[in-house]
């Protein structure tokens, strides 16, 4: 089946810092989605991209189907940016999840 | 914002015994999920649901497990015996063609 892999799998941020989080998927997909789970466990629709480029407000996200990957950028992080982030894609009516990139920014 | 809810928050259960998860997915949704995650681990999908049917399950969706939909607005969730490795939150999802999918808060389940 595919397979998507998110990276880094851990990261640690500076209030104020930007990063990139990147997924890789193994096959053509329908949809990708970003989730953020927050530490109270809420799975948060944060962006719908199966292509192209979205925006909103720090956050940014790119999905090059193409060559599949997709990247999630989040600009001046904040303390409450901590959580896990996970890519999703679906194949079909099956939906596969990333195993996520654990991100806790310090203040 | 139209949201999706789940029902209950957190349920125990002794193993063996059936339990019945709730949702209530976004009024004018078509598609619905469940999935699971084992504490610490990655969001795992079970089932997709559409027209009354399901499209799609995933290995661990067994003979143990059932979805319906018995009215306009719940979708529900049946694991017939519980075991200990049944323990994990569950997430209902739904979505619309054309749009992302929405997650409920979860229910959390034990299985003593």
């Known amino acids: 089946g595919i397979q998507v892999e998110q990276s880094p799998p851990d990261l640690i941020l500076q209030e104020g810092a930007n990063s990139t989080l990147r997924c890789n998927f193994s096959?053509?997909?329908?949809?990708l989605q970003w989730f953020h789970q927050n530490p109270w466990g809420q799975l948060i629709n944060l962006f719908y991209?199966?292509?192209g480029t979205k925006q909103n407000g720090r956050l940014s996200a790119t999905t090059v189907a193409t060559e599949r990957y997709s990247l999630l950028y989040i600009s001046s992080s904040q303390t409450t940016d901590s959580g896990v982030y996970f890519c999703?894609?679906?194949?079909?009516?099956?939906?596969?999840f990333g195993a996520g990139t654990r991100l806790f920014v310090k203040a | 914002e139209p949201e999706v809810t789940q029902t209950p928050s957190h349920q125990v259960t002794q193993m063996g015994q059936e339990v019945i998860l709730r949702c209530v997915p976004i009024?004018?949704?078509?598609?619905f999920y469940w999935y699971r995650q084992i504490l610490g681990q990655k969001v795992e999908f079970l089932v997709s649901?559409?027209?009354?049917?399901?499209?799609?399950k995933s290995e661990i969706f067994d003979d143990q497990f059932s979805v319906e939909r018995p009215d306009g607005s719940n979708f529900t969730l049946k694991i017939r015996s519980t075991k200990l490795e049944d323990s994990a939150m569950y997430f209902c999802?739904?979505?619309?063609?054309?749009?992302?999918?929405?997650f409920g808060a979860g229910t959390r389940l034990s299985v003593l």
């Open positions: 999802a739904s979505t619309r063609t054309g749009s992302g999918q929405y």
């Open positions: 096959d053509s997909v329908n949809n």
């Open positions: 991209i199966p292509s």
């Open positions: 999703a894609v679906e194949q079909g009516f099956k939906t596969i």
């Open positions: 009024s004018n949704h078509l598609y």
């Open positions: 649901f559409y027209n009354n049917e399901i499209s799609e």
